[in-house]
């Protein structure tokens, strides 16, 4: 099967780097903006943390159902235009949040629904998103720049929340007209994107099924690549107190919409000088116990944060998760790159993205429902514990994992 046309030098473009991670600053921008708004308007009309776990849970079902056959598309289409079209589907989902909002409905589901069609562009674009930055960077610059992306990134995550909570002052237009200019300036990145191709002309030889289950059978046979998507799953699955953040706001901590912004965006402030450390200094040795140890960190904070009364301890154990998960994020997506040649980069991130990025809303849906059984404290910390039990089974099921060494190690 043929992989790739010429790699020289000239392929490699300044400008399209800074183009892809300019435009996952923005979308990243817009979707904390518009998670931000969202959450404070259902529970604002709802006052259940059941309401809240929906919202993953609409996000949940089309992303799981829509990722696999995403990835197979982004393999065998441009990545880019399958990226930019998808983006700009959130684009209208966020125009659709703004009519829906000035027409003030006093029932939650027709945000469901839309959470529903904003799913589904998800599911297409994190395979797509997540498989193009190895195509815009020589191999050699690849952890650096995957470091550089996650700073961008998490700086994003940091401005989303918070903006989107004083925005959220000024009423619908603001909010979500925002969110929509982002998507769709992303898109249009997305479109003047350069970079190396791959030759697909050999790739339809096998059916589509064949291929979607070519990139599952890939994951599975390699435990490196496996036991790190899977225990980031269960980690953001057990772990993840984000979805229960309007009730500790108004009803905990006891703070209104801007201060909501602002714990969102506190993990991805200990996140952002993380991945810039990472950035200057990259792991070298021992990046599979790193990745253990993170998460294990990201488990006692999370326990920490569900157990606290005090605003600024909570910002504290909030930016605690943050950092510690990317060390997380960072090894696991250095090591799925360097693991996966390129003709299947596109399945294998929608297998990634299926684990990681479905998880966060199934995570969110089984916090509303842990939350609404055994109440929000305790639900936070049963997930916390949850997650260091998950790191001491994983280290015993997964021993290359464990003992992975240098990143590169695991080189297609």
């Known amino acids: 099967m043929s992989v790739e046309t010429s790699s020289a030098p000239t392929l490699y473009r300044r400008r399209d780097f800074f183009s892809f991670v300019s435009g996952r600053f923005l979308s990243t921008v817009a979707m904390q903006v518009q998670s931000i708004a969202i959450g404070w308007q259902i529970y604002d009309i709802e006052r259940t943390p059941l309401a809240l776990g929906l919202v993953g849970a609409c996000q ?37 949040f703004l009519l829906l909002s000035l027409a003030a409905p006093h029932r939650a589901l027709p945000f469901y629904l839309i959470l529903i069609l904003f799913g589904a562009a998800r599911g297409f674009s994190a395979p797509s ?32 929340p918070a ?10 237009f603001a909010t979500y007209g925002t969110c929509l200019a982002g998507f769709l300036i992303a ?20 059916s589509r099924l064949a291929r979607v289950v070519e990139g599952i059978r890939f994951v599975r046979e390699r435990p490196v690549v496996l036991g790190a998507i899977s225990l980031d799953l269960f ?35 200990g996140a952002a000088v993380t991945a810039l450390a990472l950035a200057w200094w990259p792991i070298r040795r021992r990046a599979g116990l790193s990745m253990f140890a993170c998460v294990a960190i990201f488990g006692v904070a999370t326990i ?44 294998v991130g929608a297998v990634n993205m299926l684990f990681i990025g479905a998880s966060n ?3 969110e849906f089984e916090s509303g429902i842990t939350a609404a059984l ?17 790191v001491g089974v994983w280290m015993k099921l997964f021993p290359p994992l464990r003992d992975v060494d240098k990143l590169t190690d695991v080189s297609a």
Do not use: K
Request: charged letters at 15%; proline letters at 4%; a positive charge.
């Open 304 to 347: 920490v944060f569900g157990l606290s009364r005090n605003l600024w301890l909570s910002m504290a154990a909030l930016a605690v998760t943050g950092a510690s998960d990317m060390v997380s994020v960072y090894v696991r997506t250095s090591l799925i790159n360097f693991a996966t040649p390129d003709h299947m980069r596109g399945r």
């Open 60 to 96: 949940f079902l089309p992303m799981f159902l829509l990722t696999l056959p995403a990835g197979e598309i982004a393999d065998r289409l441009d990545q880019r235009r399958v990226y930019a079209a998808a983006l700009a589907l959130q684009g209208l989902c966020s125009g659709l």
């Open 374 to 390: 055994f109440g929000t404290v305790r639900a936070v910390v049963i997930g916390g514990l949850g997650t260091l039990a998950v």
């Open 129 to 160: 998103g997540s498989s193009l930055l190895a195509f815009l960077v020589p191999q050699e610059r690849l952890a650096r720049s995957i470091a550089f992306n996650s700073s961008i990134f998490t700086v994003a995550v940091i401005a989303g």
């Open 235 to 269: 980690a953001v699955l057990l772990g993840g107190a984000v979805a229960l953040l309007p009730v500790y706001a108004r009803d905990i901590l006891h703070q209104g919409p801007l201060w909501l912004g602002i714990l969102r965006a506190s993990p991805a402030v």
């Open 361 to 363: 809303e199934l995570g």
């Open 187 to 206: 898109a249009a990145l997305m479109l003047g994107l350069g970079g190396r191709r791959i030759d697909r002309s050999a790739q339809h030889e096998a």
């Open 163 to 172: 903006l989107g909570g004083a925005l959220y002052a000024f009423g619908p």
